[in-house]
Protein backbone atom coordinates (compact mmCIF):
# COMPACT_ATOMS: atom_id res chain seq x y z
CA UNK A 1 0.00 0.00 0.00
CA UNK A 2 1.03 3.29 -0.86
CA UNK A 3 1.55 5.92 1.71
CA UNK A 4 -0.65 8.90 1.43
CA UNK A 5 0.94 12.32 1.98
CA UNK A 6 -1.21 15.43 2.56
CA UNK A 7 0.04 18.72 1.73
CA UNK A 8 1.26 20.83 4.39
CA UNK A 9 2.34 24.72 3.96
CA UNK A 10 5.85 25.46 3.15
CA UNK A 11 7.40 26.63 5.89
CA UNK A 12 7.92 30.30 6.69
CA UNK A 13 10.81 32.10 5.38
CA UNK A 14 13.57 33.11 7.27
CA UNK A 15 13.49 36.90 8.13
CA UNK A 16 15.56 39.37 6.03
CA UNK A 17 18.90 40.41 6.95
CA UNK A 18 19.53 44.02 7.67
CA UNK A 19 22.01 45.48 6.83
CA UNK A 20 23.52 49.15 8.20
CA UNK A 21 21.60 51.09 5.62
CA UNK A 22 18.06 49.40 5.77
CA UNK A 23 18.60 49.95 10.15
CA UNK A 24 19.60 53.86 9.47
CA UNK A 25 16.27 54.19 7.06
CA UNK A 26 14.24 52.07 9.85
CA UNK A 27 15.29 54.37 12.79
CA UNK A 28 14.44 57.05 10.73
CA UNK A 29 10.92 56.14 10.16
CA UNK A 30 10.35 54.60 14.16
CA UNK A 31 8.65 56.50 16.46
CA UNK A 32 11.25 56.64 18.74
CA UNK A 33 13.22 58.95 16.36
CA UNK A 34 10.05 60.81 15.57
CA UNK A 35 9.54 61.63 19.20
CA UNK A 36 13.08 62.62 19.93
CA UNK A 37 13.02 65.04 16.94
CA UNK A 38 9.65 66.59 18.36
CA UNK A 39 11.59 67.06 21.65
CA UNK A 40 14.74 68.13 19.77
CA UNK A 41 12.82 70.55 17.81
CA UNK A 42 11.10 72.21 21.23
CA UNK A 43 14.39 72.91 22.49
CA UNK A 44 15.18 75.09 19.27
CA UNK A 45 11.81 77.02 19.78
CA UNK A 46 13.18 77.34 23.54
CA UNK A 47 16.21 78.79 21.67
CA UNK A 48 14.88 81.17 19.35
CA UNK A 49 12.72 82.66 21.51
CA UNK A 50 15.27 83.25 24.40
CA UNK A 51 14.54 80.90 26.49
CA UNK A 52 18.21 78.62 26.27
CA UNK A 53 21.20 80.77 25.48
CA UNK A 54 23.88 80.06 22.90
CA UNK A 55 26.65 77.94 25.20
CA UNK A 56 23.68 75.72 26.58
CA UNK A 57 21.30 75.14 23.87
CA UNK A 58 23.04 72.55 22.05
CA UNK A 59 23.28 70.26 24.88
CA UNK A 60 19.81 71.10 25.95
CA UNK A 61 18.78 69.95 22.08
CA UNK A 62 20.77 66.72 22.33
CA UNK A 63 19.06 65.97 25.42
CA UNK A 64 15.62 66.44 24.74
CA UNK A 65 16.34 64.07 21.35
CA UNK A 66 17.56 61.65 23.70
CA UNK A 67 14.74 61.79 26.31
CA UNK A 68 12.03 61.45 23.81
CA UNK A 69 13.52 58.49 21.85
CA UNK A 70 14.11 56.72 25.20
CA UNK A 71 10.77 56.86 26.95
CA UNK A 72 9.07 55.96 23.64
CA UNK A 73 8.38 52.01 23.82
CA UNK A 74 9.77 49.88 20.69
CA UNK A 75 7.31 48.42 18.25
CA UNK A 76 7.35 44.78 19.30
CA UNK A 77 8.48 42.98 16.67
CA UNK A 78 6.44 39.44 15.18
CA UNK A 79 8.53 35.95 15.64
CA UNK A 80 10.62 35.18 13.12
CA UNK A 81 8.17 33.90 10.32
CA UNK A 82 4.62 34.15 12.20
CA UNK A 83 3.23 36.17 10.20
CA UNK A 84 0.08 33.89 8.35
CA UNK A 85 0.30 33.53 5.04
CA UNK A 86 -3.99 33.12 4.89
CA UNK A 87 -4.21 32.29 1.10
CA UNK A 88 -1.44 29.57 1.80
CA UNK A 89 -3.27 28.02 4.62
CA UNK A 90 -6.59 28.18 2.76
CA UNK A 91 -5.27 26.82 -0.83
CA UNK A 92 -3.33 23.75 1.61
CA UNK A 93 -6.69 22.81 3.54
CA UNK A 94 -8.49 22.75 0.18
CA UNK A 95 -6.00 20.22 -1.26
CA UNK A 96 -6.25 18.23 1.62
CA UNK A 97 -9.99 17.72 1.50
CA UNK A 98 -9.34 17.30 -1.85
CA UNK A 99 -6.81 14.56 -1.70
CA UNK A 100 -8.84 13.26 1.31
CA UNK A 101 -11.99 12.22 -0.73
CA UNK A 102 -10.20 10.47 -3.42
CA UNK A 103 -9.30 8.02 -0.68
CA UNK A 104 -11.43 8.06 2.09
CA UNK A 105 -14.89 6.54 2.96
CA UNK A 106 -17.51 9.40 3.37
CA UNK A 107 -18.07 9.53 7.08
CA UNK A 108 -14.50 10.11 7.49
CA UNK A 109 -14.57 12.84 4.63
CA UNK A 110 -17.20 14.33 5.87
CA UNK A 111 -16.26 14.97 9.62
CA UNK A 112 -13.01 16.05 7.75
CA UNK A 113 -15.01 18.59 5.96
CA UNK A 114 -16.63 20.18 9.18
CA UNK A 115 -12.58 20.82 10.73
CA UNK A 116 -11.69 21.97 7.27
CA UNK A 117 -15.30 24.55 7.82
CA UNK A 118 -14.26 25.66 10.90
CA UNK A 119 -10.63 26.65 9.62
CA UNK A 120 -12.47 28.57 6.90
CA UNK A 121 -14.28 30.60 8.90
CA UNK A 122 -11.14 31.96 10.87
CA UNK A 123 -9.65 31.98 8.04
CA UNK A 124 -11.96 34.60 6.38
CA UNK A 125 -11.81 36.50 9.29
CA UNK A 126 -8.00 37.24 9.37
CA UNK A 127 -8.12 40.09 11.84
CA UNK A 128 -8.49 37.54 14.41
CA UNK A 129 -5.19 36.11 13.23
CA UNK A 130 -2.55 38.27 15.23
CA UNK A 131 1.14 37.37 14.30
CA UNK A 132 2.41 35.15 17.19
CA UNK A 133 -0.66 34.83 18.84
CA UNK A 134 -2.31 31.57 20.35
CA UNK A 135 -5.27 31.51 17.92
CA UNK A 136 -2.57 31.75 15.01
CA UNK A 137 -0.71 28.96 16.41
CA UNK A 138 -3.84 26.66 16.81
CA UNK A 139 -4.82 27.35 12.67
CA UNK A 140 -1.19 27.01 11.88
CA UNK A 141 -0.73 23.59 13.74
CA UNK A 142 -4.01 22.53 12.69
CA UNK A 143 -3.45 22.45 9.12
CA UNK A 144 0.21 22.09 9.09
CA UNK A 145 0.11 18.71 11.95
CA UNK A 146 -3.11 17.88 13.46
CA UNK A 147 -5.52 17.45 10.63
CA UNK A 148 -3.46 15.57 7.67
CA UNK A 149 -1.47 13.69 10.23
CA UNK A 150 -3.76 11.76 11.83
CA UNK A 151 -5.71 11.23 8.66
CA UNK A 152 -2.36 9.80 6.94
CA UNK A 153 -2.02 7.60 10.10
CA UNK A 154 -5.66 6.55 9.51
CA UNK A 155 -5.11 5.80 5.59
CA UNK A 156 -2.07 4.28 6.03
CA UNK A 157 -4.05 0.73 7.45
CA UNK A 158 -5.64 -1.47 5.56
CA UNK A 159 -9.39 -0.58 4.33
CA UNK A 160 -10.95 -4.15 6.30
CA UNK A 161 -8.96 -3.71 9.28
CA UNK A 162 -9.85 0.17 10.01
CA UNK A 163 -13.28 -1.02 9.35
CA UNK A 164 -13.25 -3.99 11.26
CA UNK A 165 -10.70 -4.75 13.99
CA UNK A 166 -11.97 -3.59 17.75
CA UNK A 167 -9.31 -1.80 19.81
CA UNK A 168 -9.35 -1.90 23.36
CA UNK A 169 -12.49 0.58 24.23
CA UNK A 170 -14.59 -1.43 21.45
CA UNK A 171 -14.14 1.49 19.04
CA UNK A 172 -12.47 0.69 15.24
CA UNK A 173 -9.68 2.59 14.07
CA UNK A 174 -12.59 4.40 11.65
CA UNK A 175 -14.43 5.93 14.75
CA UNK A 176 -11.05 6.31 16.25
CA UNK A 177 -10.56 9.25 13.81
CA UNK A 178 -13.83 10.23 13.36
CA UNK A 179 -14.33 11.07 17.36
CA UNK A 180 -10.97 12.76 17.02
CA UNK A 181 -11.96 14.89 13.91
CA UNK A 182 -15.41 15.21 15.95
CA UNK A 183 -12.55 16.73 19.14
CA UNK A 184 -10.35 18.99 16.48
CA UNK A 185 -13.37 20.70 15.22
CA UNK A 186 -14.63 21.65 18.26
CA UNK A 187 -11.27 23.41 19.07
CA UNK A 188 -10.82 25.54 16.27
CA UNK A 189 -14.46 26.74 16.73
CA UNK A 190 -13.91 27.32 20.51
CA UNK A 191 -10.83 28.89 19.79
CA UNK A 192 -12.72 31.15 17.35
CA UNK A 193 -15.23 31.98 19.07
CA UNK A 194 -12.78 32.95 22.09
CA UNK A 195 -10.64 35.11 19.65
CA UNK A 196 -13.83 36.55 18.42
CA UNK A 197 -14.92 37.80 22.07
CA UNK A 198 -11.33 38.71 23.19
CA UNK A 199 -11.33 35.56 25.81
CA UNK A 200 -7.61 35.68 26.66
CA UNK A 201 -7.69 32.82 29.42
CA UNK A 202 -10.13 30.42 27.08
CA UNK A 203 -8.25 31.09 24.03
CA UNK A 204 -5.16 29.90 25.84
CA UNK A 205 -6.87 27.12 27.49
CA UNK A 206 -8.68 25.74 24.05
CA UNK A 207 -4.97 26.15 22.58
CA UNK A 208 -3.50 23.84 25.43
CA UNK A 209 -5.98 21.30 24.74
CA UNK A 210 -5.40 20.84 21.19
CA UNK A 211 -1.87 20.92 21.62
CA UNK A 212 -2.27 18.23 24.50
CA UNK A 213 -5.02 16.22 22.41
CA UNK A 214 -3.13 16.03 19.43
CA UNK A 215 0.33 17.17 19.73
CA UNK A 216 1.48 13.59 19.30
CA UNK A 217 -0.63 13.69 15.93
CA UNK A 218 -0.87 9.92 16.93
CA UNK A 219 -3.80 7.60 17.10
CA UNK A 220 -2.17 5.07 19.18
CA UNK A 221 -3.60 2.25 16.78
CA UNK A 222 -1.88 -0.91 17.18
CA UNK A 223 -0.13 -2.44 14.03
CA UNK A 224 -2.68 -4.33 12.09
CA UNK A 225 -1.51 -7.94 11.19
CA UNK A 226 0.33 -8.30 7.86
Known amino acids: M ?22 ALAWLGSLKNIAGCTGAIGGLGLTATGVLGSPEWPFVVAALYAIGALVTPAPRPAPAGAQLRVAELRRVVNAQL ?8 AEITSAAARVVDA ?9 LLRAGSPEAFVVVRTIADYLPTAL ?27 DQLG ?7 DVTEAAAAGDTAKLLSHGRFLADRFGSTDLDLPNPPV
Open 2 to 23: TAIRLPRPDPPPPPPTSGPREK
Open 152 to 178: EVYLGLPARYAETHRLDDGRTPREVVV
Open 183 to 189: LLEKGVR
Open 119 to 127: LREVLDRPH
Open 98 to 105: RILAEHAP
